[in-house]
């Protein structure tokens, strides 16, 4: 069974910086595509990262590029969201996603991936 559970989200100020956490279990992450998305209150899904199923290439939405990191620890199993210079805009609920078809190389699909996590809040304060 494939399972996706996060953590680190929490409250941080403006310009702060917090690292999420995706411990993966039930698949191998080097098979599937592997991202994060967001949802604020009252707005729709937003996709945020993701790394590419096919070739490792990594992508990010404009809006956090330049200040949000993702990577993975395969030997963990698990992906990470390092995030830097945190803006209150940023704050949302954010879920981490796998899917072993999509390609991994167009953000806007990551809220559609077939496996997503619970969710962890990130609450940026200005």
């Known amino acids: 069974e494939v399972q996706l559970v996060e953590s680190g989200g929490g409250l941080v100020q403006a310009g702060g910086s917090l690292r999420l956490s995706c411990a993966a279990s039930g698949f191998t992450l080097d098979d599937y595509a592997v991202g994060w998305f967001r949802q604020a209150p009252g707005k729709g899904r937003e996709g945020v990262s993701c790394?590419?199923?096919?070739?490792?290439?990594?992508y990010y939405a404009d809006s956090v590029k330049g200040r949000f990191t993702i990577s993975s620890d395969n030997a963990k199993n698990t992906v990470f969201l390092q995030m830097n210079s945190l803006k209150p805009e940023d704050t949302a609920v954010y879920y981490c996603?796998?899917?072993?078809?999509?390609?991994?190389?167009?953000?806007?699909?990551?809220?559609?991936?077939?496996?997503r996590g619970q969710g962890t809040q990130v609450t940026v304060s200005s």
């Open positions: 996603a796998a899917d072993p078809f999509q390609e991994g190389r167009a953000i806007s699909t990551i809220p559609l991936y077939d496996y």
């Open positions: 790394i590419s199923r096919t070739d490792g290439s990594i």
